[in-house]
């Protein structure tokens, strides 16, 4: 470890940091702990307010990080606070003991729900737009007053690779831009027109001007470069998901003595949703007394109307518990202290990308893993680890076979791990990627 007056600073844009939790803040925090192992000190700039930090806090991120870290918050004026502070004042302004007042509040919810989703949309390149003057400006200050040798930003949120792009453009700094999903050619992606060919012209101008390109996968980076043109492919490089070996220390956490539990750590969306799974529930606790005896699903991360209701409908609620969000390693602790650990993930377009970050936590901690996936990265991290079962397509009998199975020592409790193909997945030597490619766009020697 090189001596604190060698440190080259590097500027970080994060739109999310702690105390924000959650599974998107965790490439920026990894990377403010360990590349100042390699010779770089980062300099932090995030958002504020940024509208998670009201579902999700998680104040012991803070503990792994150097007490010298510097870090800048610019403002966010945030449209996601001012519709829940006009849902607070309506459910304050209206009754919700009567069925009338119910009703009212939904519809009012609804047509809320509908507005923010008009207004977001036309929002360039996303929801967090806002904040991007406010970044601009402060990230102006920091480059004066810091004087960073380089510039690396995190996406999503695509706002953070144009305030990136436009500090780039003003100081000259080598800019590293790292992707960590897709944008205009995200599974998701609706816009059409104008707002479309807006931001398609946005992307290409990213992958272009930034130095150096950074990508999760592979297939990520091929679809970049067919985007932008292959005339330097050699700037691109793959640096995936992982998860950092000092959150698996502790000793595991057990959700419920005396059951045998299957942990499910995230939120479920309009793309990843629940049913299968519960529907597979439900026939395996129709189908075996010994697991309905013992079974516990223990959903953790934040709270979900949705979720609720669905678990409700199949009647399963004396199998589910509801954690809510925990804390990073109260959360991995749970994961290693329980029997089974559930991956879900949509069955949509362009699935082979879909990749989640929660993969890689499941692998360090050693617990089998039932995948309900499409074939893809995901199928394919899961096969190649030996760490759990695939079920793909998803569907509910194959699903409860496979719970069956696991609680009775079969299939995927069988699993294990094959540790030597972690290391690559180990958040320290990610970091030494980047810093090796800050090191060759800065001259600096290793």
Not at 184 to 191: E, F, G, M, P
Not at 230 to 239: G, M, Q, V
Not at 391 to 407: E, G, H, K, N
Request: charged residues 25%.
């Amino acid at each position: 470890m090189e001596c604190e007056s060698a440190l080259k600073r590097v500027l970080l844009i994060s739109y999310w940091f702690p105390p924000v939790g959650g599974t998107w803040v965790m490439r920026a925090q990894k990377l403010a702990k360990y590349l100042p192992r390699y010779g770089w000190e980062p300099v932090i700039l995030c958002a504020r307010n940024p509208h998670e930090t009201v579902k999700r806090m998680d104040m012991s991120l803070f503990d792994e990080l150097p007490t010298s870290l510097l870090v800048y918050r610019a403002r966010s004026p945030e449209p996601l606070f001012m519709l829940d502070t006009a849902k607070r004042f309506a459910r304050r302004a209206i009754p919700a003991g009567t069925v009338r007042g119910r009703r009212a509040l939904d519809a009012l919810d609804w047509r809320l729900d509908r507005w923010y989703d008009r207004f977001s949309r036309r929002l360039v390149p996303d929801p967090t737009a806002a904040w991007m003057p406010w970044a601009g400006r402060l990230g102006r200050r920091i480059i004066t007053r810091h004087r960073p040798a380089a510039i690396l930003s995190t996406a999503p949120p695509y706002s953070n690779h144009i305030v990136a792009m436009r500090l780039k453009r003003e100081s000259g700094l080598p800019w590293i831009a790292d992707w960590r999903d897709l944008w205009t050619l995200d599974r998701r992606y609706s816009k059409t027109g104008r707002l479309r060919r807006r931001e398609e012209v946005l992307e290409r101008s990213v992958l272009k001007e930034a130095d150096a390109v950074t990508g999760i996968l592979d297939e990520i980076n091929a679809s970049h470069i067919g985007l932008a043109g292959a005339e330097n492919p050699e700037k691109f490089h793959t640096i995936p998901h992982g998860f950092d070996p000092d959150d698996f220390h502790e000793p595991p956490l057990d959700p419920a003595p005396g059951k045998w539990n299957i942990s499910y750590a995230g939120t479920f969306t309009q793309e990843i949703r629940p049913g299968v799974f519960l529907d597979g529930v439900r026939h395996a606790v129709d189908a075996d007394a010994r697991l309905a005896e013992k079974l516990r699903v223990n959903f953790i991360g934040s709270p979900n109307p949705e979720l609720a209701w669905a678990v409700a409908e199949r009647k399963l609620e004396p199998w589910v518990a509801f954690t809510g969000f925990l804390p990073h390693r109260r959360a991995t602790r749970t994961m290693m202290g329980s029997d089974l650990l559930l991956l879900v993930l949509g069955d949509v377009p362009r699935g082979e990308m879909v990749v989640s970050n929660k993969i890689f936590e499941y692998l360090a901690s050693r617990r089998p893993i039932l995948a309900l996936v499409s074939e893809g990265a995901a199928a394919e991290v899961i096969r190649a680890t030996g760490a759990g079962l695939v079920v793909s397509p998803p569907d509910p009998a194959a699903v409860a076979a496979a719970i069956t199975a696991a609680f009775h020592g079969k299939g995927a409790a069988r699993c294990r791990v094959d540790a030597s193909k972690l290391d690559e997945y180990d958040r320290s030597l990610h970091a030494r990627k980047f810093a090796e490619i800050l090191d060759g766009l800065t001259g600096r020697e290793t």
